[in-house]
């Protein structure tokens, strides 16, 4: 009797889900289990007009990959914020404390960490690498800035990391004025054309982009002249105008290079 309301039952889930009844009655009564560990890394890029984009990265010396390059990052502690630690792991790692970072993604692949079964939560940020002084500990042998296009092989699934990381902030540089910070208060047009090259890793259109970009109104021309090392007619100095950006954002403001 049991077994006909079992296969009654059966019969009522099959037409839904399509599967044969058997994989239906060990779903139905299986038990979840899990053993997963949760890490965070950091993807911090940098910026200078000499070096153009570039990653920080760290020298493991623990296994697994010990001696080879990598993100800073590690598992995130009971009591702690996913916030709080990335912040712990990029300081601890690499001697770098930043403000903020923006969380990017979340990996995990079987398989991704031969040790565990982990997943990652990833932050990503923009900074000008010479205000730090990097410093490697705890996990870390060493820490160094690599440029973008110039990364050694790198541990678990580190290189797609960076790739996402590179291709959110190429989508984000567009549509939001980002990594005016990286510049001089006052600034040749010309470097944060090299900014926008240097992020998108394309030439972009220099007349139209300075068109599109002056229209807004936060970028202001001064009266003041940058300094030339060789022949040329300097041009003006420019500078980001932030609280008018705000309010402009505030009002609604469309910004799209």
């Known amino acids: 009797m049991l077994h006909k309301v079992i296969q009654g039952l059966l019969d009522d889930y099959r037409p839904l889900c399509n599967l044969p009844a058997l ?5 139905l009564h299986m ?3 899990q053993n997963i560990k949760v890490a965070v ?3 911090v890029f940098g910026y200078t007009s000499k070096e153009g984009l570039s990653v920080l990265l760290i020298k493991r ?3 697994p990959y010990k001696g080879q390059w990598a993100l800073p990052g590690g598992l995130m502690g009971n009591n702690e914020s996913l916030e709080d630690a990335v912040q712990r792991e990029l300081l601890e790692e690499t001697g770098v404390s930043i403000n903020y970072l923006e969380q990017l993604y979340t990996f995990g692949k079987p398989g991704r960490d031969p040790r565990n079964r982990v997943i990652s ?3 990503y940020g923009l900074v000008k690498p010479d205000v730090f002084e990097i410093n490697a500990a705890t996990d870390a042998d060493d820490v160094a800035w690599f440029n973008i296009k110039k990364t050694p092989s790198l541990a678990f699934d580190h290189d797609e ?3 996402a990381a ?3 902030l190429k989508s984000k540089i567009i549509y939001q004025p980002v990594g005016f910070e990286l510049l001089d208060e006052k600034f040749a ?3 944060l054309e090299k900014l926008y090259m240097a992020v998108l890793d394309r030439p972009i259109d220099r007349r139209n982009f300075k068109k599109k970009i002056t229209k807004f109104g936060f970028i202001e021309e001064t009266a003041e002249k940058q300094s030339l090392s060789g022949a040329g007619r300097p041009g003006n100095l420019f500078r980001f105008n932030e609280e008018k950006y705000f309010q402009l954002q505030k009002d609604g403001i469309n910004f799209e290079i």
């Not at 994989?23 to 779903?27: F, G, K, N």
């Open 161 to 163: 990391i960076i790739k």
């Open 61 to 63: 010396n623990i296994p």
């Open 23 to 27: 994989h239906i009655l060990i779903t």
């Open 121 to 123: 939560i990833t932050y």
């Open 31 to 33: 038990p979840v289990s």
């Open 189 to 191: 047009f010309s470097e």
């Open 41 to 43: 890394d950091a993807v």
């Open 166 to 168: 590179h291709e959110r």
